[in-house]
């Protein structure tokens, strides 16, 4: 069924919704697991064009992923993980494409519906412009 799945992260509490549920999906379907997450402060979104130093969010965001690599190669998953820096909707899409996944897995904020017509989902985005499958599961409020 699911051979690879790309789990978009935003290193926030919310994330615990997809690892929760993509466990036991890539259990059942030996699929193999990426972890994306983008960072889109100004030195991410500027870091190549102005030669910029990794910021200090970029480098608790990696270990972020290496600390969620870790726990879930324990448990027996093949998984990788990638930093992308940009406009995350736009590398997240981009990253599926690339790696070939066929189901993108990540969690919703469950923002009310004018917040979301104002700011726009990253959740929302994907869905609309990939022919990928995409498992959404919102986040329980705090």
């Not at 890539?26 to 870091?47: E, M, P, W, Y």
């Not at 990540?106 to 989902?121: A, E, I, K, Y």
Request: charged content about 25%.
């Amino acid at each position: 069924m699911y051979k690879h799945i790309l789990v978009p992260l935003d290193n926030s509490p919310v994330d615990e919704a997809i690892l929760q549920h993509i466990r036991l999906l890539a259990k059942l379907t030996g699929a193999r697991l990426t972890l994306i997450h983008v960072a889109d402060g100004f030195v991410a979104r500027n870091q190549q064009r102005l030669k910029l130093d990794e910021s200090e969010e970029m480098r608790d965001d990696r270990a972020y992923l290496d600390r969620r690599v870790a726990e879930l190669a324990t448990e027996g998953f093949q998984v990788e993980s990638i930093l992308e820096c940009g406009e995350p909707a736009d590398r997240i899409l981009a990253l599926a494409e690339e790696q070939n996944c066929d189901l993108i897995a990540m969690s919703t904020h469950g923002h009310g519906f004018f917040s979301d017509l104002v700011l726009g989902s990253v959740a929302d985005k994907v869905r609309h412009r990939t022919n990928i499958p995409v498992l959404l599961i919102r986040a329980p409020r705090a």
